[in-house]
Nanobody, 116 residues
Framework: QVQLVESGGGLVQSGGSLTLSCAAS????????MAWYRQSPGNQRELVAM???????DYAESVKGRFAISRDKDKNIVTLQMDSLKPEDTAVYFC??????????WGQGTQVTVSS
């Protein structure tokens, strides 16, 4: 059983920065993609950024130019650098990893709160 462990959430003022990290408990599993999703109260979980093998990263329109995803495929670590944060970025952020067989793994979520 692979577990995803997230870190780096917290409280930051508008315009500030945070870095989220996610590490898989096993480096022997190979993932096709690793991603970050977020969910705020009353809203559906939405994709924030995805790093897919042999493809350019994908970003939600709302975070383009502000967030950057990076992935270490050998260590199964994915990082989300978040700059110029806005109050509307406040949400629980979830790490996701998708195996080549199509199975999805999820982290437990980390809270990001941006104060105005």
């Amino acid at each position: 059983q692979v577990q995803l462990v997230e870190s780096g959430g917290g409280l930051v003022q508008s315009g500030g920065s945070l870095t989220l990290s996610c590490a898989a408990s096993s480096s022997s599993v190979s993932f096709n993609a690793m991603a970050w999703y977020r969910q705020s109260p009353g809203n559906q979980r939405e994709l924030v950024a995805m790093a897919t093998t042999n493809r350019d990263p994908d970003y939600a329109e709302s975070v383009k130019g502000r967030f950057a995803i990076s992935r270490d495929k050998d260590k199964n670590i994915v990082t989300l650098q978040m700059d110029s944060l806005k109050p509307e970025d406040t949400a629980v952020y979830f790490c996701n990893a998708r195996s080549w067989q199509g199975y999805n793994y999820w982290g437990q979520g980390t809270q990001v709160t941006v104060s105005s």
